[in-house]
């Protein structure tokens, strides 16, 4: 848990966690769900342990838009239930824009990039 921390620490000192913004429960899922009624919406699933992962995070916090963060190590439920309602299988790292409550777009590990993802979500919007 403390490398957790340190690793969080560490990305707000050097200014990456701006537009992420905590996916930690399903309630908070629902809302974003909703939202993509009327916006594309991107969820990122990050794994802390991971160099992949780490990587894609580096890839993701260049994405000016918001960011919905799963950290896996704290919110693995909500990773499977985002799998459970788009059918889409769970990996980590992945990043999936929803637009009307359907993904358009997803990647996960190398395939995860900055310009990748805005692109997806300027065509989606």
């Given at each position: 848990m403390f490398r957790i921390f340190k690793l969080l620490a560490l990305f707000r000192s050097q200014g990456m966690e701006k537009q992420f913004n905590s996916l930690a429960d399903t309630k908070t899922l629902d809302e974003l769900i909703a939202r993509s009624h009327s916006e594309p919406v991107i969820l990122f699933k990050h794994s802390?342990?991971?160099?992949?992962?780490?990587?894609?995070y580096r890839e993701m916090s260049k994405v000016t838009d918001e960011v919905a963060l799963v950290i896996m190590q704290k919110s693995r439920d909500v990773s499977n239930e985002i799998a459970k309602r788009t059918g889409i299988r769970h990996e980590s790292p992945q990043t999936l824009v929803l637009r009307n409550g359907?993904?358009?777009?997803?990647?996960?590990?190398?395939?995860?990039t900055s310009d990748g993802v805005t692109s997806a979500a300027r065509e989606n919007a």
């Amino acid at each position: 848990m403390f490398r957790i921390f340190k690793l969080l620490a560490l990305f707000r000192s050097q200014g990456m966690e701006k537009q992420f913004n905590s996916l930690a429960d399903t309630k908070t899922l629902d809302e974003l769900i909703a939202r993509s009624h009327s916006e594309p919406v991107i969820l990122f699933k990050h794994s802390t342990t991971c160099p992949i992962s780490s990587a894609a995070y580096r890839e993701m916090s260049k994405v000016t838009d918001e960011v919905a963060l799963v950290i896996m190590q704290k919110s693995r439920d909500v990773s499977n239930e985002i799998a459970k309602r788009t059918g889409i299988r769970h990996e980590s790292p992945q990043t999936l824009v929803l637009r009307n409550g359907e993904v358009v777009w997803s990647a996960s590990h190398f395939d995860i990039t900055s310009d990748g993802v805005t692109s997806a979500a300027r065509e989606n919007a």
